[in-house]
């Protein structure tokens, strides 16, 4: 504490080199009279059904100012504001929904990347349709997955990013992070821009949950984007080499040519294959499910259980999973040019 300020308000002395304030972001007085005015509804946001659409047929709405009806959380715990969202994947499912309506017969397909019908027989009108769909699904929401990235240049010349998972639950409060979530690396020099200061968090079940960056160097948010989601296991047993203190710079670490397979194009495909294998495996779904066993899931999962199910899988399961990494390298073996593989040293031992 350091005192009260003239006006009688309290004061306090933080210790830090930055300190970053900002208001909460709330809503346009204007954009709130034009919404009242109209006689939409609203809630704190703007109010939209499962497909953007307002209480005006002729009005859609999302992004930032709308929040999807509340109707839909009596059947799951979702969350409803669209702030909580990626904003361009926000934007391709309106762009999605108004297709269906401007386009009933052809919208479903063509916004697929489909080739739409020629037909124009027996057309519905779009208020049979939208009433269609409210009858046959007034509880699905659309799904979100795409990280949220926020960034800006600070006085100093300091590039700020931050990129985290979007929001899956209704949360009314941030989740407590454990001490053994969070990884964080300090090299920044103020006086002359150098290192970076970097913080990793993981979510209850072992993946990157967000990532807080802060440097002189402009790094690709891309990259970074491509972290948020994966398991720490991709990432090189980050966690236990950061507390044995060998890393001093997540961002140094993560730019070695060992992590080089992990921002390339195709990872995600690789990652999906290995997912659906192993789901596909009752072996491995027994010993999962036998491993959950009362399991507190809202609490999460202890490093120690996710190692003992790794060492539990069956040899032939991870004998999959190595071939299909050895796969991965293989193909892509003209970007992926530091990892040497297996078939290179007999090719190198036959020319010798």
């Known amino acids: 504490d350091f005192g009260a300020s003239p006006a009688n308000l309290p004061q306090k002395l933080l210790a830090c080199r930055i300190c970053i304030t900002a208001d909460a972001v709330n809503v346009d007085p204007d954009i709130f009279n034009s919404v009242h005015g109209n006689g939409l509804v609203y809630d704190g946001r703007l109010i939209v059904d499962h497909s953007f659409g307002t209480t005006d047929p002729a009005i859609y709405g999302a992004g930032s100012l709308c929040e999807f009806s509340r109707r839909f959380q009596r059947q799951n715990s979702r969350y409803l504001r669209h702030d909580g969202f990626n904003g361009r994947e926000v934007g391709a499912k309106l762009a999605g929904a108004l297709l269906k309506r401007l386009d009933p017969v052809n919208g479903d397909s063509v916004a697929a990347g489909g080739v739409g019908m020629t037909t124009t027989q027996d057309l519905p009108t779009a208020s049979m ?116 203190n060998d890393i001093p710079d997540i961002v140094e670490f993560l730019a070695d040519e060992w992590a080089t397979a992990l921002f390339h194009d195709r990872f995600m495909d690789f990652c999906h294959q290995i997912k659906l294998e192993m789901l596909a495996s009752e072996e491995v779904k027994d010993l999962i499910n ?13 490093r120690k259980l996710l190692t003992d199910i790794r060492k539990d899988l069956p040899s032939e399961s991870v004998k999959q999973i190595q071939d299909h990494l050895l796969d991965y390298l293989q193909e892509n073996t003209n970007h992926l040019k530091t990892y040497f593989l297996s078939w290179q040293w007999a090719e190198q031992g036959a020319r010798k």
């Open 290 to 302: 036998k491993a959950l066993e009362g399991v507190n899931l809202k609490e999460g999962l202890s």
């Open 129 to 244: 349709m939208t009433a269609t769909e409210e009858e046959s699904s007034p509880d699905l929401l659309p799904e979100f997955y795409m990280p949220i990235a926020k960034g800006g240049l600070l006085p100093g010349s300091l590039h700020y990013y931050r990129i985290h998972a979007c929001r899956r639950g209704d949360m009314q409060e941030e989740p407590s992070i454990k001490e053994e979530q969070v990884i964080v690396t300090d090299t920044l020099d103020l006086a002359n821009g150098t290192g970076h200061f970097c913080r990793l968090t993981l979510d209850a079940f072992g993946k990157v949950d967000s990532i807080t960056y802060l440097g002189g160097e402009a790094l690709q948010v891309e990259s970074l984007w491509s972290l948020v989601g994966l398991s720490e296991t991709f990432l090189n047993y980050l966690y236990q080499r950061w507390r044995d």
